[in-house]
Nanobody, 116 residues
Framework: QVQLVESGGGLVQPGGSLRLTCAPSGTIFSIIYMAWYRQVPGKPRELVASITNAGTTNYADSVKGRFTISRDNAKITAYLQMNSLKLEDTAVYLC??????????WGQGTQVTVSS
């Protein structure tokens, strides 16, 4: 069973930056949709950003202007560039890929902690 592997999380001060990467553990095909979610204990999972295979992006209002999602179709990899990080961005960040046959692939998540 192919899973996604996130990397790039860590501890950063407010105002800092991180770049998250999400790639599959094996071979997958025809990924039409990639997204980043975040999860805070006791709160619903939140969609942070998404990108279609046509390059159309969508962002949560809370991250617009600060986060940028991108994808490398050749590597089947998604990225999330996070700038001007705030305390409230602290969460586990997970990625989702959806194939043209509507199979969903999830990762285990990477912890992002914003703290002074």
């Amino acid at each position: 069973q192919v899973q996604l592997v996130e990397s790039g999380g860590g501890l950063v001060q407010p105002g800092g930056s991180l770049r998250l990467t999400c790639a599959p553990s094996g071979t997958i095909f025809s990924i039409i949709y990639m997204a980043w979610y975040r999860q805070v204990p006791g709160k619903p999972r939140e969609l942070v950003a998404s990108i279609t295979n046509a390059g159309t992006t969508n962002y949560a209002d809370s991250v617009k202007g600060r986060f940028t999602i991108s994808r490398d179709n050749a590597k089947i990899t998604a990225y999330l560039q996070m700038n001007s990080l705030k305390l409230e961005d602290t969460a586990v960040y997970l990625c989702l890929f959806t194939s043209s046959s509507l199979n969903n692939y999830w990762g285990q998540g990477t912890q992002v902690t914003v703290s002074s």
